[in-house]
């Protein structure tokens, strides 16, 4: 499948947060790196997008409520990606809100998926081992979403960048180094081989904030 247009697709945001040597988690897992500044931005960020979108590594590691709580502001739908519904029916998400959105492929259990559809997921089956990511986003465009707030480990995160749908990063860099050469970075995935193969971005905001420094990036 060529590269999507706007018009086929919702825009997403990638946000996150990372020590300065680029990792979002400890190599035990730990991941609380925003300070209650950065928590409430992204709070902010949440609630002026239609939708958020996790992986399932993240969903499984921290059980997320994803809602808006640090400001004012109505909840979104919540997206996983989640190619064998691994997903708990009893998982966080399904107790805040209903609009939750599985995204499965092909080898999900038919066991599995009849058990998030009873715990109320609406379900979208796209790919053969691997949900496809772009006839995903094309999915979710006809559901009337058109802005997403992708919050994604490193793998999730860079399956989403190299198939070109990504129109914008904004990354809190916070002042310490974690270290650890199996610790997650804000990307992983497999990667470029050439300097010249890499993504490509345009600078469009630097703040300081507290201690902490946030860039905003445009995705060529």
Known sequence: MARLNVNQRPLVTL?????????IATKAGDSKISSQRDLTNLHRARSNHDAMMIGIGTLLHDNPHLTVRHV???????????SAARTPPNANVFRTSPNVIVAVSKRASNQRVRRLRQAGAKIIQTGGYKVNLKTLMTRLRQLGIRSILLEGGGTLNWSMISNQLVDQIIVTIAPFIIGGSNAT????????????????????????????????????
Do not use: C
């Open 15 to 23: 946000a996150g947060a990372m020590s300065l040597d680029g990792k």
């Open 72 to 82: 004012k502001g109505k909840n979104l739908i919540r997206i996983i990606v989640d």
């Open 185 to 220: 970075t804000l990307v992983d995935g497999k990667g470029v081989s050439k300097i010249n193969r890499a993504i490509r971005l345009t600078p469009v905001d630097l703040r300081r904030i507290g201690e902490e420094i946030s860039l905003t990036y445009k995705v060529n």
